[in-house]
Protein backbone atom coordinates (compact mmCIF):
# COMPACT_ATOMS: atom_id res chain seq x y z
CA UNK A 1 0.00 0.00 0.00
CA UNK A 2 1.36 3.21 -0.96
CA UNK A 3 2.18 6.16 1.56
CA UNK A 4 -0.78 8.49 0.67
CA UNK A 5 -3.34 5.25 0.64
CA UNK A 6 -2.89 4.70 4.54
CA UNK A 7 -4.13 8.15 5.53
CA UNK A 8 -7.41 8.50 3.53
CA UNK A 9 -10.64 8.63 5.33
CA UNK A 10 -14.19 8.17 4.32
CA UNK A 11 -16.72 11.30 5.49
CA UNK A 12 -18.62 8.86 7.77
CA UNK A 13 -15.35 8.32 9.40
CA UNK A 14 -15.03 9.55 13.21
CA UNK A 15 -12.62 12.64 14.22
CA UNK A 16 -10.91 9.52 16.89
CA UNK A 17 -10.03 7.67 13.52
CA UNK A 18 -8.38 10.77 12.11
CA UNK A 19 -6.07 11.04 15.17
CA UNK A 20 -4.94 6.95 14.84
CA UNK A 21 -4.11 8.15 11.02
CA UNK A 22 -2.33 11.12 12.13
CA UNK A 23 -0.40 9.17 15.10
CA UNK A 24 0.61 6.77 13.02
CA UNK A 25 1.55 7.75 9.85
CA UNK A 26 4.94 10.07 8.31
CA UNK A 27 2.65 12.86 6.88
CA UNK A 28 0.68 13.65 10.16
CA UNK A 29 -2.21 14.89 7.97
CA UNK A 30 -5.88 12.69 7.22
CA UNK A 31 -7.26 13.05 3.71
CA UNK A 32 -11.02 12.90 3.74
CA UNK A 33 -11.98 11.65 -0.35
CA UNK A 34 -15.25 10.20 -1.17
CA UNK A 35 -15.66 6.56 -2.87
CA UNK A 36 -13.39 7.77 -6.13
CA UNK A 37 -11.05 8.69 -3.83
CA UNK A 38 -11.48 13.47 -4.46
CA UNK A 39 -10.21 14.70 -1.91
CA UNK A 40 -13.32 16.42 -0.04
CA UNK A 41 -10.78 17.63 2.55
CA UNK A 42 -7.56 17.38 4.76
CA UNK A 43 -7.44 16.95 8.30
CA UNK A 44 -3.88 18.19 9.91
CA UNK A 45 -2.33 17.68 14.11
CA UNK A 46 -3.17 21.50 14.58
CA UNK A 47 -7.04 20.64 12.99
CA UNK A 48 -7.12 17.72 15.70
CA UNK A 49 -5.92 19.83 18.82
CA UNK A 50 -8.48 22.92 17.94
CA UNK A 51 -11.19 20.71 18.03
CA UNK A 52 -9.90 19.48 21.70
CA UNK A 53 -10.02 23.26 22.61
CA UNK A 54 -13.38 23.34 21.60
CA UNK A 55 -14.24 19.80 23.31
CA UNK A 56 -15.70 18.44 20.08
CA UNK A 57 -17.28 14.93 20.28
CA UNK A 58 -14.11 12.83 18.77
CA UNK A 59 -16.63 10.45 18.00
CA UNK A 60 -18.28 12.82 15.68
CA UNK A 61 -17.59 12.46 11.75
CA UNK A 62 -14.61 13.57 10.35
CA UNK A 63 -16.54 16.74 8.64
CA UNK A 64 -16.83 18.57 11.75
CA UNK A 65 -13.03 19.61 11.91
CA UNK A 66 -11.76 19.14 7.93
CA UNK A 67 -10.40 22.06 6.31
CA UNK A 68 -12.80 21.90 2.76
CA UNK A 69 -10.47 24.45 1.10
CA UNK A 70 -7.25 22.19 1.20
CA UNK A 71 -3.69 23.39 -0.16
CA UNK A 72 -3.07 20.51 -2.83
CA UNK A 73 -0.31 20.29 -6.05
CA UNK A 74 -1.41 19.03 -9.57
CA UNK A 75 0.59 15.77 -10.92
CA UNK A 76 3.31 16.85 -12.44
CA UNK A 77 4.22 19.18 -10.06
CA UNK A 78 7.87 19.00 -9.56
CA UNK A 79 9.69 18.06 -6.67
CA UNK A 80 11.13 21.36 -5.76
CA UNK A 81 7.85 23.45 -6.49
CA UNK A 82 5.87 21.28 -4.10
CA UNK A 83 8.37 21.68 -1.22
CA UNK A 84 8.64 25.63 -2.37
CA UNK A 85 4.55 25.46 -1.93
CA UNK A 86 4.88 23.85 1.68
CA UNK A 87 7.22 26.68 3.77
CA UNK A 88 5.24 29.40 1.66
CA UNK A 89 1.91 27.77 2.94
CA UNK A 90 3.99 26.67 6.42
CA UNK A 91 2.66 22.96 5.72
CA UNK A 92 4.03 19.75 6.47
CA UNK A 93 2.51 17.26 3.44
CA UNK A 94 0.55 18.33 0.45
CA UNK A 95 -1.97 16.09 -1.45
CA UNK A 96 -1.15 15.65 -4.93
CA UNK A 97 -4.09 15.43 -7.10
CA UNK A 98 -4.83 15.06 -10.88
CA UNK A 99 -7.18 16.55 -13.25
CA UNK A 100 -10.37 15.35 -11.81
CA UNK A 101 -9.09 16.37 -8.29
CA UNK A 102 -8.81 12.35 -7.38
CA UNK A 103 -5.82 11.71 -4.63
CA UNK A 104 -2.96 10.27 -6.65
CA UNK A 105 0.22 11.03 -4.05
CA UNK A 106 1.20 13.03 -1.11
CA UNK A 107 4.76 14.69 -0.46
CA UNK A 108 6.18 16.02 2.61
CA UNK A 109 9.40 16.98 4.07
CA UNK A 110 10.44 13.49 4.35
CA UNK A 111 11.58 13.82 7.62
CA UNK A 112 12.09 10.02 7.93
CA UNK A 113 15.18 10.45 5.98
CA UNK A 114 15.81 13.77 6.02
CA UNK A 115 18.75 15.09 8.94
CA UNK A 116 16.84 16.09 11.88
CA UNK A 117 17.62 19.60 12.51
CA UNK A 118 18.90 20.16 16.11
CA UNK A 119 17.16 22.32 18.35
CA UNK A 120 19.29 25.34 20.62
CA UNK A 121 16.40 24.40 23.21
CA UNK A 122 17.71 22.46 26.37
CA UNK A 123 15.12 19.91 28.08
CA UNK A 124 15.06 19.49 31.48
CA UNK A 125 14.18 16.69 33.25
CA UNK A 126 12.67 15.91 36.58
CA UNK A 127 14.00 12.48 38.03
CA UNK A 128 14.55 12.88 41.97
CA UNK A 129 11.14 11.54 43.31
CA UNK A 130 10.83 9.05 45.28
CA UNK A 131 8.65 6.44 43.84
CA UNK A 132 6.75 5.59 46.36
CA UNK A 133 3.85 4.32 45.10
CA UNK A 134 5.93 1.98 42.78
CA UNK A 135 7.31 0.59 45.88
CA UNK A 136 8.44 -2.48 46.43
CA UNK A 137 10.02 -1.80 43.05
CA UNK A 138 11.66 1.56 43.98
CA UNK A 139 13.28 0.13 47.24
CA UNK A 140 16.45 0.18 45.89
CA UNK A 141 16.30 1.15 42.36
CA UNK A 142 15.06 5.12 41.41
CA UNK A 143 11.61 5.63 39.15
CA UNK A 144 13.47 6.66 36.27
CA UNK A 145 15.92 3.50 36.02
CA UNK A 146 12.98 1.13 36.26
CA UNK A 147 12.68 -0.68 32.94
CA UNK A 148 9.54 -0.39 30.76
CA UNK A 149 10.25 -2.67 28.02
CA UNK A 150 14.11 -3.06 26.97
CA UNK A 151 15.16 -0.01 28.82
CA UNK A 152 14.93 1.88 31.86
CA UNK A 153 12.09 4.36 31.27
CA UNK A 154 13.92 7.68 31.63
CA UNK A 155 16.10 6.36 28.87
CA UNK A 156 13.01 5.75 26.42
CA UNK A 157 12.18 9.29 27.46
CA UNK A 158 15.64 10.60 26.34
CA UNK A 159 15.70 9.18 23.13
CA UNK A 160 12.88 10.13 22.14
CA UNK A 161 13.71 13.77 22.57
CA UNK A 162 17.01 13.00 21.09
CA UNK A 163 14.73 11.80 17.60
CA UNK A 164 13.07 15.32 17.69
CA UNK A 165 16.57 16.69 17.39
CA UNK A 166 17.53 17.72 20.81
CA UNK A 167 21.23 17.80 21.96
CA UNK A 168 21.27 19.32 25.41
CA UNK A 169 19.58 17.82 28.99
CA UNK A 170 19.67 18.94 32.35
CA UNK A 171 18.39 16.18 34.95
CA UNK A 172 17.39 17.05 38.35
CA UNK A 173 18.35 14.10 40.63
CA UNK A 174 17.83 13.58 44.58
CA UNK A 175 17.03 9.91 45.51
CA UNK A 176 19.47 7.31 44.60
CA UNK A 177 20.92 10.06 42.32
CA UNK A 178 24.12 7.73 42.02
CA UNK A 179 22.53 5.05 39.84
CA UNK A 180 21.02 7.66 37.41
CA UNK A 181 24.31 9.77 36.72
CA UNK A 182 26.05 5.79 36.44
CA UNK A 183 23.48 5.02 34.20
CA UNK A 184 23.52 8.03 31.95
CA UNK A 185 27.04 9.73 32.52
CA UNK A 186 27.89 12.99 30.32
CA UNK A 187 25.11 11.48 28.28
CA UNK A 188 27.93 10.86 25.11
CA UNK A 189 26.67 7.18 24.80
CA UNK A 190 23.48 8.98 23.39
CA UNK A 191 25.35 11.74 21.15
CA UNK A 192 24.06 14.69 23.92
CA UNK A 193 25.12 16.60 26.50
CA UNK A 194 23.77 16.01 29.92
CA UNK A 195 23.91 18.06 33.14
CA UNK A 196 22.61 17.00 36.31
CA UNK A 197 20.89 19.53 39.03
CA UNK A 198 21.85 17.81 42.26
CA UNK A 199 18.85 18.96 45.19
CA UNK A 200 19.82 18.94 48.35
CA UNK A 201 16.28 18.67 49.51
CA UNK A 202 13.42 18.32 47.34
CA UNK A 203 12.31 21.71 45.69
CA UNK A 204 9.29 20.98 43.76
CA UNK A 205 8.42 20.52 40.26
CA UNK A 206 9.35 24.01 39.51
CA UNK A 207 12.45 24.73 42.05
CA UNK A 208 14.79 22.40 40.97
CA UNK A 209 15.71 24.56 37.71
CA UNK A 210 16.44 27.45 40.27
CA UNK A 211 19.65 25.31 40.58
CA UNK A 212 21.31 25.90 36.91
CA UNK A 213 24.44 27.44 37.31
CA UNK A 214 24.46 29.62 33.76
CA UNK A 215 21.19 31.36 32.58
CA UNK A 216 19.30 29.90 29.52
CA UNK A 217 19.18 31.87 26.24
CA UNK A 218 15.83 29.78 24.67
CA UNK A 219 12.93 28.15 25.71
CA UNK A 220 13.33 25.14 27.94
CA UNK A 221 11.39 22.11 27.75
CA UNK A 222 10.31 20.61 31.27
CA UNK A 223 9.40 17.05 31.68
CA UNK A 224 8.27 14.70 34.29
CA UNK A 225 10.57 11.54 34.56
CA UNK A 226 7.93 9.14 35.17
CA UNK A 227 5.71 9.84 31.11
CA UNK A 228 5.95 7.69 28.46
CA UNK A 229 4.41 9.94 25.48
CA UNK A 230 4.85 10.15 21.83
CA UNK A 231 4.12 14.12 21.82
CA UNK A 232 5.73 16.00 19.16
CA UNK A 233 8.48 17.90 21.45
CA UNK A 234 9.46 20.44 18.12
CA UNK A 235 5.81 21.29 17.19
CA UNK A 236 5.41 22.00 21.36
CA UNK A 237 8.78 24.00 20.95
CA UNK A 238 6.93 25.61 17.55
CA UNK A 239 3.85 26.73 18.86
CA UNK A 240 4.58 28.00 22.42
CA UNK A 241 7.10 30.29 20.29
CA UNK A 242 4.43 31.39 17.72
CA UNK A 243 2.59 32.26 20.18
CA UNK A 244 4.98 34.55 22.23
CA UNK A 245 3.83 32.71 25.31
CA UNK A 246 6.14 32.98 28.48
CA UNK A 247 5.06 29.37 29.74
CA UNK A 248 2.87 26.60 27.90
CA UNK A 249 1.71 23.59 29.52
CA UNK A 250 0.46 20.32 27.92
CA UNK A 251 -2.63 19.13 28.98
CA UNK A 252 -4.97 16.08 28.28
CA UNK A 253 -8.47 16.03 27.92
CA UNK A 254 -10.76 14.46 31.33
CA UNK A 255 -14.27 14.00 30.75
CA UNK A 256 -16.66 12.95 33.88
CA UNK A 257 -20.12 11.81 33.35
CA UNK A 258 -22.87 12.81 36.32
CA UNK A 259 -24.21 9.54 36.99
CA UNK A 260 -28.05 11.87 37.97
CA UNK A 261 -30.08 14.29 36.01
CA UNK A 262 -28.92 17.94 36.83
CA UNK A 263 -31.23 20.34 37.81
CA UNK A 264 -30.98 24.02 36.51
CA UNK A 265 -32.82 26.39 39.01
CA UNK A 266 -33.45 29.84 39.24
CA UNK A 267 -34.56 30.81 43.20
CA UNK A 268 -37.26 27.69 43.93
CA UNK A 269 -38.41 27.55 39.93
CA UNK A 270 -36.81 24.53 38.15
CA UNK A 271 -35.33 26.08 34.45
CA UNK A 272 -33.60 23.29 32.88
CA UNK A 273 -32.83 19.51 33.28
CA UNK A 274 -30.34 17.47 31.44
CA UNK A 275 -29.88 14.03 32.26
CA UNK A 276 -26.25 12.34 32.98
CA UNK A 277 -24.58 15.38 31.78
CA UNK A 278 -20.72 14.43 30.28
CA UNK A 279 -18.05 17.14 32.11
CA UNK A 280 -15.01 18.02 30.47
CA UNK A 281 -11.96 19.38 31.75
CA UNK A 282 -8.09 19.66 30.75
CA UNK A 283 -5.83 18.47 33.14
CA UNK A 284 -2.06 18.97 33.48
CA UNK A 285 0.26 16.80 31.16
CA UNK A 286 3.13 17.23 33.17
CA UNK A 287 5.07 18.71 29.86
CA UNK A 288 5.81 22.48 30.09
CA UNK A 289 8.15 25.15 27.64
CA UNK A 290 9.17 28.17 29.66
CA UNK A 291 10.71 30.99 28.47
CA UNK A 292 14.17 32.00 29.17
CA UNK A 293 13.25 35.01 31.58
CA UNK A 294 10.77 32.82 33.54
CA UNK A 295 13.86 29.85 34.49
CA UNK A 296 16.20 32.94 35.07
CA UNK A 297 14.27 35.27 36.93
CA UNK A 298 13.21 32.18 39.88
CA UNK A 299 14.80 32.31 43.41
CA UNK A 300 17.55 30.38 44.12
CA UNK A 301 16.86 27.24 46.47
CA UNK A 302 13.54 28.23 46.51
CA UNK A 303 10.99 25.46 46.68
CA UNK A 304 7.97 25.93 44.09
CA UNK A 305 5.80 23.60 42.48
CA UNK A 306 5.00 24.29 38.58
CA UNK A 307 1.58 24.94 39.01
CA UNK A 308 2.43 27.47 41.51
CA UNK A 309 4.66 29.15 39.08
CA UNK A 310 1.97 29.40 36.69
CA UNK A 311 -0.49 30.95 38.70
CA UNK A 312 2.30 33.41 39.31
CA UNK A 313 2.78 33.97 36.22
CA UNK A 314 -0.90 34.56 35.30
CA UNK A 315 -1.96 37.02 38.38
CA UNK A 316 1.26 39.16 36.71
CA UNK A 317 -1.20 38.66 33.24
CA UNK A 318 1.90 37.00 31.28
CA UNK A 319 0.98 34.85 28.54
CA UNK A 320 0.40 31.17 29.98
CA UNK A 321 -0.81 29.35 26.62
CA UNK A 322 -2.08 25.61 27.00
CA UNK A 323 -1.24 22.77 23.88
CA UNK A 324 -3.57 20.18 24.06
CA UNK A 325 -2.07 16.96 23.54
CA UNK A 326 -4.04 13.66 21.51
CA UNK A 327 -0.73 11.60 21.19
CA UNK A 328 -0.14 8.78 23.37
CA UNK A 329 0.73 9.53 26.99
CA UNK A 330 0.77 7.53 30.02
CA UNK A 331 1.72 8.80 33.75
CA UNK A 332 3.52 6.01 35.17
CA UNK A 333 2.79 6.74 38.93
CA UNK A 334 1.43 3.14 40.22
CA UNK A 335 1.59 -0.55 39.98
CA UNK A 336 -0.96 -0.70 37.30
CA UNK A 337 0.44 1.91 35.35
CA UNK A 338 4.02 0.17 34.95
CA UNK A 339 2.30 -2.85 34.32
CA UNK A 340 0.01 -1.21 31.27
CA UNK A 341 3.71 0.66 30.29
CA UNK A 342 5.19 -3.00 30.06
CA UNK A 343 2.60 -3.66 27.01
CA UNK A 344 2.63 -0.10 25.49
CA UNK A 345 5.92 0.06 25.19
CA UNK A 346 6.12 -2.81 22.43
CA UNK A 347 3.04 -1.05 20.54
CA UNK A 348 3.79 2.87 20.59
CA UNK A 349 7.81 2.48 20.90
CA UNK A 350 9.11 -0.48 18.82
Sequence with gaps: MEEYQRVILSPSDSILDAIKVINENVPKLALVCDQDRSLLGVITDGDIRRALLSHVDLNGPVSYVMCKTP????IGT??????ALMRREK?????????????????????ATAPVASHESAVFLMAGGFGTRLRPLTQNCPKPLLKVGPRPLL??????????????????????????????????????????????????TAGAMSLLENK??????????????????SALLAFHESNASKATMCVREYSMQVPYGVIESKGSQITGITEKPVEHY?????????????VNDLE????LDMPDLLNELI????????????EYWLDIGRLGDFEQAQTDILEHFS
Design 71 to 74: IFAG
Design 78 to 83: STQDML
Design 91 to 111: IQALPILDLSRRVVGIETFMH
Design 155 to 204: ESILLSFIECGFKTFYISVHYLSAQVKEHFLDGSAWGVNITYIEEESPLG
Design 216 to 233: IEAPLIVMNGDLLTKVDF
Design 282 to 294: FVNAGIYVLSPEV
Design 300 to 303: PNEP
Design 315 to 326: EEKRKVSLFPIH
